[in-house]
Structures are given as C-alpha cells and as structure tokens.
C-alpha cells in the first residue's frame, strides 16, 4: 500500500500546474525541473534508459564533481580580474585627478602648455 500512496504522490506531481514563466530562463526552469522529476520517477520504477542512469552516475563521479570545481574558480577568477580592471580604472581616474590639482596648484594650466 506505500507503493501505492508514493505512485500516486508521484503523479499527483508531475501533474502539478505550474504558473506561466515571466522569462525564458524561468520556463527553462520549469522544463528542467519537470526532466528530473521524470527521471527520478523512472530511476524509481526501474524503467529508466540507460543514458538516463549514465548521466545521474556521472553526475556523482569524482571527475564531474572536479570539473564543476574547476569552473566555480574559473568564474571566480574571471570576475577577480574584472574587479581588477575595474580599480585599475579607477586608480588612473585618481591620478589624473591629482595629476590636474597638482598643475592647477603650480600655476600650470593646460592652455598654457
């Protein structure tokens, strides 16, 4: 009788309405959260294909958990130099802040030059 009550759980899921998504990414989302469910159903009943099962292990593998690693410090990189380049910016606006203040002090201007 649990079988029963999980199956029907289980259906009473994935016929769940979902509201219509104010984006692309949103329905995106929906989409891959309505795949898992159906694949988690049928890893569950034994009727999974097995492309199904081989994505969910390598999805467990020690290799796809390094992979995945590796590009959360890729990104984190790329936006540390993006940081980067930002202050680099900023610090020659200052500069060149100075750089005028000094010359106006000293009596230099630009038209004299």
Known sequence: ??????????????????????TPEARE???ISLAVDLAEKQLREGTASSQVI???????????????EILE???DLIEAKTENLKAAQRIEELYNKALDAMKS?????????
């Open 1 to 22: 009788m649990a079988q029963r009550k999980n199956a029907s759980n289980v259906s009473n899921a994935s016929k769940q309405k979902f509201r219509p998504a104010c």
């Open 29 to 31: 989302n929906q989409l």
């Open 54 to 68: 081989t994505h969910y292990l390598k999805l467990g593998s020690t290799k796809e958990k390094i992979e995945k």
């Open 73 to 75: 410090k890729q990104k």
């Open 105 to 113: 002090y000293s009596g230099h201007s630009d038209e004299d030059e």
